[in-house]
Structure formats: C-alpha cells, structure tokens
C-alpha cells in the first residue's frame, strides 16, 4: 500500500453499541476501507471535518492507515536524536565493524548541529565522545553509561531538533557545514565529508521510509561537494629496487622483523591488503619448488577495536573487501617471492590455525608492532631526503607501488583488477597518475607517426 489522492467521505451515522449510542465515520482510501467510532455525532463530525478539509487541499492520504500524509507524519515525528539511533539500529547488523564507526562517527558529527538551543551545550570533545562513544554504538546500549556521559546525553535527548525540520533547507546546511571541521577547528579531509554526507543521505533516506519525512531534502539544498583527491600520488610508489632495499632493512630489524619480512612482502608482490596479510594462512598458499606461486586468498581481519565486532574480539571477521562473502582472490606470486614464503614457513612454523604471521605470544599482528618495524626499516633504507617525502611512508604503500608495477608492465588491466581486488573503473582512477609508461608509450608512438609523414 502507498499513498493515494483517491479518498471518499461518508456522511457519519448514528449507531447502538451495547446500549450506548455512538457515532460512526466511514471513509475509504484507494481500496482499503477505513471507520472509526466516536461517543457523539459532533465529535465524528469535527473529525470528517478535517478529513474532507485535508482532500479539498489536495493532501495525499496513506492508504493503510487512511489518514492524511501531513497528519501521519506529526504522528511519526521523533527527535532527530531518536532517528539518529534508530538508523544505527537498522544499519547495525549488516555492517561490517569498521563501516559502523564510520556510522557513528557521521551520526556524531551532525548532532550537535541539530539542536534547539546552545545553551548549556556541554565541551566538544566531550560531546562527541558521548555521541560516537555511546549513543551512536550498539554494542555499548545495555551498558551503563559513566555519570558524566550520561548527563551529556541527557542534553542532547532535551534539545535535539524533530525530525521534521530537517525539511527546512538552511538546517540541512549546517549540518554539511559541520561536515567541514573538524574539532580542532581544522579543515576536513574532502574524502571524509564525503563519506559523511553520503551517510546523512542515506540517514534521511530512512527517515523518507519510516514516513517521517514527506521525501529527502538534502538535493535540495545548493551546496558543492569539496573535490576529493582519489589518486595516488606517485610520491609514495617505490621502485622495485627500493622496495628490495626496504625488505631487507625489515629482516635486519631483529627477531620481529625477520618474521615480518614475508609479511611486508605480500603488500608488495600481491598486493595484498594488510588486514588480508594478517589472516594469510598455509592453506591459502600454493607454493612450488620452482616456478610461480599462487596465493587464494578468502578473508581479511581488519583491526577496528573490541566495542565494535559482534566477537568483542580487536579484529573483525571478515571476507575480501567489496567482495561476495566467500568469494576466493587467486593472486599469481613471483618465483622469489613463493622461495620467500616457504622459507619463512621452514624458519618460523605456523600458528595452531595455520597463520603464517603473528605475534610472539601467537595472536593476530597488530598495526603498531609492524608499523614500528617498518618506521626503523624506512629509516635505515632512505636518505634524509627519502624519509622526509612520502615515499613509502605507510605499509599500505607496498600495495600501491605493486599495483603501478602491473600496469605499468602492461599487464591488463582487468586482470590487474582482478588480483588487486579492486574494479577496473577504480583501478584506473585512483592509479591514473602512476602510469608513467603510458605517457612514454603514447610518446614513441606519436613520434613514430610523426616520422612516417615528415
């Protein structure tokens, strides 16, 4: 059932129930019958009444309920707070765990734009650690609240908009403007107000189809998306040379980095995502005496932190990333590099449930060990200048610098995308800047035309 302007009013009637007379209003929307019985005919009139002035304003009525639209949605109407949560209730279950802090964490930035009044409003910083911290996470619903974070949400609760004056354009704009800082007063990153008014629209999206707004007001309001920066810069890409360089300097990090060295090196002969190179065990690896390896990736475990998995685990389970759950990624690996892997096997063994890394007491590799290893390697391997660029400044980087290494061996770039887990369409935006022996092909050939017809 829908909406529908097709309403028909009937004169009220008078009825005895159990003795008592009462009054009956019949009306029918669309199809569906509607009555409703009132003590006296003048009060089943007043309501006929304001039926028939709702149809002779052109007001669409809800065929379910039979009521008018405008009338149904003050019925509906919540705090903007309420509809906050409601949304992350809804959205919870199917997210994954690092999508939901990125729910929270929109959810916390706009709401304290949505409020009647300032005053008395608590510390910023405060207010978003209530907000993203608690109200925003599911997980933490059933538990009580420290007194001051209750005493912030208990502001928030008094003086959150309804729903439905979200409807008026300038205070949809303040919260896109509120998008734009961050708390220490700073600019947002482009890419982050983007992810965050995607999830606003869809967030009014829901209020559309929970009926408390009449339709998505956000369109409407004239305001440009900052440009995000997609690209790669190819300031970060090493060469194959330094990326041999910088596996090395790993292994002479110590016990820890000789166990890292394969680690570091998925990223870069796989491209491999960390949180993928976390969750690599023996039964992904085809690894044959001579001659390439391949590697069937089926999973991934991201670190997020224990408030935020369905486990109470640090790291999420998860499949491949923009993958079907249970889909396979066969990833072809060098022959050095399949050498590397069964010798990192044969030096360190593998964990009760086949892991290839992990820590010294067995568990999942954490960022901020491997990131340290890293830092020392970068700084043994680099000149002052190098370590002052972005040249491989992150881990993640190995995997960018793999991927421009394909494409710019003219490997296909379906089949670049296909070992990458990525799609072509994204593959070829975010590495278009790193395609240098594009711009060298294209060259040789125009000069070539250019002698054929001098």
């Known amino acids: 059932m829908g909406t529908t302007y097709n309403v028909r009013i009937w004169a009220t009637r008078q009825r005895k129930d159990r003795g008592q007379s009462t009054a009956e209003l019949r009306w029918k929307v669309g199809d569906t019958p509607h009555s409703q019985t009132f003590g006296t005919k003048t009060l089943a009139d007043s309501r006929r009444a304001e039926l028939l002035m709702a149809v002779n304003a052109g007001e669409p009525f809800d065929e379910a309920t039979g009521v008018p639209m405008k009338e149904l949605r003050q019925r509906n109407d919540v705090s903007w707070y309420k509809h906050a949560r409601d949304y992350i ?122 009926r408390r707004l009449p339709h998505n007001p956000l369109p409407q309001v004239q305001w440009v998306i900052p440009p995000s920066v997609d690209e790669i810069d190819p300031g970060c890409v090493v060469n194959p040379r330094q990326a041999r360089t910088l596996l090395d300097a790993v292994g002479e990090q110590g016990a820890r980095g000789e166990h890292l060295r394969a680690f570091f090196g998925c990223l870069y002969h796989a491209a491999m995502r960390p949180a993928e190179a976390v969750w690599l065990r023996q039964e992904n690896c085809e690894l044959p005496a001579s001659g390439w390896g391949t590697l069937h990736l089926d999973g991934s475990r991201p670190r997020v932190g224990r408030g935020w998995t369905d486990s109470g685990k640090p790291h999420d389970e998860r499949g491949l990333k923009w993958r079907p759950e249970r889909e396979i990624r066969h990833v072809p690996i060098p022959p050095h590099f399949t050498a590397m892997l069964r010798e990192h096997i044969q030096n360190h063994g ?105």
């Open 89 to 210: 209730e809804m959205k919870w279950p199917t997210s994954p765990a690092k999508t939901r802090t990125t729910l929270a964490d929109a959810m916390a930035t706009a709401t304290p734009a949505l409020v009647t009044s300032r005053r008395g409003m608590p510390d910023a910083r405060d207010l978003r650690h209530a907000l993203y911290s608690w109200a925003f996470n599911l997980n933490r619903w059933t538990d009580d609240p420290p007194a001051e974070v209750s005493r912030v949400l208990a502001w928030v609760e008094r003086n959150a908009l309804p729903v439905s004056a979200l409807d008026d354009p300038l205070v949809i704009r303040k919260v896109l403007t509120a998008f734009t800082q961050r708390l220490d007063g700073k600019k947002a990153a482009a890419s982050t107000v983007k992810r965050k008014r995607a999830i606003f629209h869809n967030a009014l999206g829901f209020a559309v189809e929970a």
């Open 350 to 454: 593998v964990a009760p449930d086949g892991r290839l890394f992990r820590t010294a007491r067995g568990g999942l590799v954490q960022e901020s060990g491997y990131g340290e290893v890293w830092a020392r390697a970068r700084k043994q391997a680099f000149t002052p200048q190098q370590q002052a660029s972005p040249l491989a400044a992150r881990p993640y980087d190995l995997r960018h610098a793999c991927v421009s290494l394909w494409l710019n061996s003219g490997v296909d770039p379906v089949e670049v995308a296909r070992r990458a887990g990525h799609s072509v369409a994204v593959l070829l935006k975010v590495y278009a800047k790193c395609l240098d022996g594009a711009t060298a092909m294209a060259n040789a050939r125009i000069d070539e035309a250019l002698k054929r017809w001098s």
